[in-house]
């Protein structure tokens, strides 16, 4: 019986977090004196926010350049960094990196 007992204890518990909720909701929606306003049965879609470019670091676009040529394009990249006026990383222009790594991305 003392089960049943604490059953029903958290099923009143339940029904009070319920009465709670709906109370709040209510003054929520009526603290303006004016009904919400309806939503439509099928929302339109939303255009999609321009993206952003992803800004990269020194240490991010190192990383990256160095587990791709870890993976066998150690040319590839050279060839990359040339393209960009680099002989080494450390003379590419921060401006170039979301570039150098989308290209890398590519191989």
């Known amino acids: ?38 939503q439509p049965a099928l929302e339109t879609k939303q255009p999609e926010p321009a993206r952003q470019e992803k800004t990269y670091s020194f240490t991010d676009v190192r990383g990256i350049l160095a587990n791709k040529s870890r993976q066998g394009h150690t040319v590839a990249v050279k060839d990359l ?20 790594v989308a290209d890398v991305e590519a191989l």
Do not use: H, V, W
């Not at 960094?81 to 150098?100: F, M, Q, T, V």
């Open 1 to 38: 019986m003392n089960e049943l007992a604490i059953e029903l204890q958290e099923l009143k518990s339940c029904g009070e977090t319920l009465i709670t909720i709906a109370d709040t909701l209510t003054a929520l929606f009526s603290a303006g004196g004016e009904e919400p306003e309806a």
């Open 81 to 100: 960094l040339r393209k960009y006026g680099a002989e080494k990383l450390s003379d590419l222009a921060p401006e170039n990196y979301a570039a150098i």
